[in-house]
């Protein structure tokens, strides 16, 4: 497996936030696109930042943090910036990456009783490739909600689906790289399988529709696509397809429960490329974690 750039690219992964779609000029804001750059990278700064004030027991400055967030428009304002983004001119929705991988899926389930469920994490509209498919039932979540078909719940705290309601595909689709911390991202990875149904021999679903800017996994000083597989293989996840663009590295991860790891595994913030022009963009996981 390895990443396949495209020719004219690769000159700019250092930053996660190039990983980011473009904005989309007409719908915006009076902002340049280097402008709403800057207000993405300053969104995704600040939060890490609030984070470990707040991890570091410095309430007041994750205060100032929260206040200045607030003042530069919040979560509103950057999710404004990411559903540009997803115009159909700029080259933008993921979610017609998935619907091409699993147009087979889909194909042998039309007009079957049994419809697919899946679960979008960091929904920015009820509109996307995936409404457009009649198999399909979609519920969409996201930390705040901008349409009546997006439920506003914190993944990390919604209830477990019981069997016969978990999701046979999840789209995380640039939310990891959201999460502002390694463990917290983690975490994240872990909790998805128990929201799965269980897998059928030979088939590509249950998956896990994941992408993320491409500098997270192909200019990142403690993340590298081998890194990602053995951290995904540990909580029961194989790698089906994978792409890459200038900008978005795209993979679908198919979950079995039986090759989860149940030994001990632990995946370190540790330096796995060196050189000064690497970002910090890390995932970390620990068996000792696990449920
Ligand atoms: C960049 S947007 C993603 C947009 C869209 N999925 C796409 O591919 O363009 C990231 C979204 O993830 C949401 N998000 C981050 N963590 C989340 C969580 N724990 N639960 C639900 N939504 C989350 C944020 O609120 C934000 O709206």
Partial sequence: MGIRKSKAKSKKLSSINRGRPPLAKEQATNLSSKATRTLIRSHHNLQKAQKQALKDGEDARARDLEAEIVAKGG???????????QCAERGGDSSRVLVKWLKPVFEKTQGNAQRLRLLEIGALSTKNACSG????DVK???????EP???????MDMAVPEDGNKFHIISLSL?????????SRGAMIARIPTFLEHSKAEQIIPA???VLPLACVANSRYLTEERLSRIMRAVGFQLSRQKTTSKLYYSL?????????RGHYEFKKEELRSGASRNNFAITMSSKNRD
Wanted: with cysteine; aromatic share 12%.
């Fill in 133 to 136: 498919i009649s198999c399909l």
């Fill in 149 to 155: 078909g997006i439920k506003e719940v914190d993944f």
């Fill in 175 to 183: 939310v990891l790289n959201y999460v502002p911390d390694p463990a």
């Fill in 253 to 261: 991860w198919t979950f079995n429960a039986t090759s989860m790891s």
């Fill in 208 to 210: 896990l529709f994941l």
């Fill in 75 to 85: 979560l509103m304002k950057y999710q404004l910036a990411s559903r540009q983004g």
């Fill in 140 to 146: 969409r979540i996201d930390l705040k909600s901008r």
